[in-house]
């Protein structure tokens, strides 16, 4: 039950979360507010500055793991056999139009743990020997379409506010939306063409368009650069080069910003892959670029996770600050030390199922397995399929009871917060020029999904406040 107090709070919320613009469509294309939270994650001061000095770190391990595309083909080419999407992706490489500039824009996603003690004792009987004197699991980090830059600004706006009427704790400050968009517009300068556009790759059914729209509108109000929104089918359908530069609507392209192409429903017509590959074949600046979207796989996190493959991209020190933060993640083959003495981690997986996550090479959500859906899965996979696949420990995260608000409806539920810090990173040939932290995304959501109730399944977007 909702006390009056509480009813009069969401009821204002939703109507001011509408009047910010955090806005998405449901399937049936009506308006909705965006799922939020109404009770901010209180962070600790130490975890949220570990957290944060971190960011330029890990988008320099991108640049560098971008550069390296021996070290791409040597991981990714096995999976390519029986992944057809990475097999494209790969092949992609034949079009690609080398590019100097880099710009990555990407978001590093963490759990904090439920008990920081109780999962280092579990670490110090693995194998993987990674130390484990921080709170923070990493989930993954994304480095293609990493999206709610404006909606989470928004939404800290929403939240400023109710504190200032004393209906919210105060929450730490917020605001990506304008260092993300100052990033494109710096790209579009540097591309040398004083009328070039933006292209922003969509899907078509995109549901999380006012995310998008936040981005395009703030980039035309400071910078006066137009953005054209298109389909991978559409870009090949109307797009066109000349003297190397993509050209859409008569403009050219300088940067393309991809909200899409992370997923083979991306590419379900020949023409969508015929549309990357035009875009391939321009000098347009990429958001992601072909190896930068490669260097975000799973089994790319997977395979940094062992020491000396870290050492390589990375400083000692920097390693050591890095494998604190990681989750144990094994390939399927690997033999692993368990309490049942030596085994492979696909059959101590198989019956352990409630202690992994078995992830394919996707993105964008709802492609991982967990639970008892791993050892049917496993079971039904062919043995070639196998490299395909990356087992993740599950990250016990802490839970906090939050009230979350979705479509028009309240409930408080005991909940987990996902923790992302977006970062922005400039590089040239693979010399980072900069690079810089700029803000975070909190997706708070019940604890246990499989349980019923309305707002339960929905992650809602958070603020942090200081623990
Ligand atoms: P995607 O690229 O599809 O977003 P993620 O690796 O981020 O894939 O996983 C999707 C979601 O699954 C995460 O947001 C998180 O809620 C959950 N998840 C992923 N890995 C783990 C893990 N190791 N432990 C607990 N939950 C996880
Ligand atoms: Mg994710």
């Known amino acids: 039950m909702q006390t009056q107090v509480q009813k009069v709070t969401i009821e204002n919320a939703i109507e001011k979360a509408k009047l910010y613009g955090m806005l998405k469509y449901l399937p049936d294309g009506q308006l909705t507010h965006a799922p939020f939270s109404l009770s901010p994650y209180a962070i600790s001061a130490d975890s949220l500055l570990e957290m944060t000095e971190l960011t330029s770190h890990f988008s320099e391990l991108m640049i560098r793991v971008s550069q390296d595309w021996s070290f791409l083909e040597q991981h990714l080419s096995p999976i390519s056999k029986t992944d057809p999407f990475l097999k494209m992706l790969l092949d992609l490489r034949g079009q690609e139009v080398t590019q100097s500039k880099q710009l990555l824009v990407q978001r590093n996603d963490f759990f904090l743990l439920k008990d920081k003690v109780s999962n280092s004792a579990q670490r110090s009987s693995s194998s993987v020997g990674l130390s484990s004197a921080s709170a923070l699991r990493q989930v993954e980090l994304n480095t293609v379409s990493a999206s709610f830059p404006f909606l989470i600004t928004q939404l800290a706006r929403l939240h400023q506010n109710l504190n200032e009427h004393n209906m919210l704790e105060q929450i730490v400050s917020n605001n990506p939306l304008v260092p993300v968009v100052d990033a494109f517009a710096k790209a579009v300068q540097d591309y040398g063409s004083t009328d070039a556009v933006m292209l922003l790759v969509s899907q078509p059914n995109e549901t999380n368009r006012f995310d998008q729209l936040g ?121 692993i030390e368990t309490p049942d003495g030596a085994l492979r981690a696909s059959a101590w997986a198989a019956k352990n199922p409630d202690k992994y996550v078995l992830k394919p090479q996707r993105e964008g959500g709802g492609n991982n397995y967990f639970g008892k859906d791993i050892p049917i899965k496993l079971a039904d996979m062919q043995p070639e399929e196998q490299d395909a696949y990356v087992l993740m420990e599950k990250i016990e995260a802490e839970t906090h009871p939050a009230i979350l608000v979705v479509n028009g409806y309240a409930e408080t539920l005991t909940s987990v917060s996902e923790v992302g810090r977006y970062g922005i990173c400039f590089a040239e040939n693979g010399v980072v020029e900069s690079n810089e932290d700029v803000g975070y995304l909190v997706r708070t959501k019940a604890e246990n999904v499989n349980e019923g109730g309305v707002c339960a399944g929905f992650a809602c977007l958070n603020s942090l406040t200081k623990a």
């Open 215 to 335: 981005l395009e509108q703030l980039l035309w109000e400071k910078y006066k650069i137009q953005t054209v929104r298109k389909t991978l089918t559409e870009i090949y359908e109307n797009g066109s080069l000349r003297e190397g530069h993509l050209v859409l609507e008569g403009k050219k392209v300088a940067l393309t910003y991809y909200r899409a192409g992370y997923t083979p429903d991306d590419f379900r017509s020949s023409e969508a892959l015929k549309g990357r590959q035009l875009i391939e074949a321009s000098s347009t600046i990429q958001i992601p670029d072909l190896p930068m979207q490669l260097a975000g796989m799973k089994k790319i996190q997977q395979v940094l996770t062992r020491p000396e493959i870290l050492s390589a991209f990375v400083s000692k020190e920097i390693s050591q600050r890095f494998l604190k933060t990681f989750a144990a993640m094994h390939s399927l083959d690997e033999i």
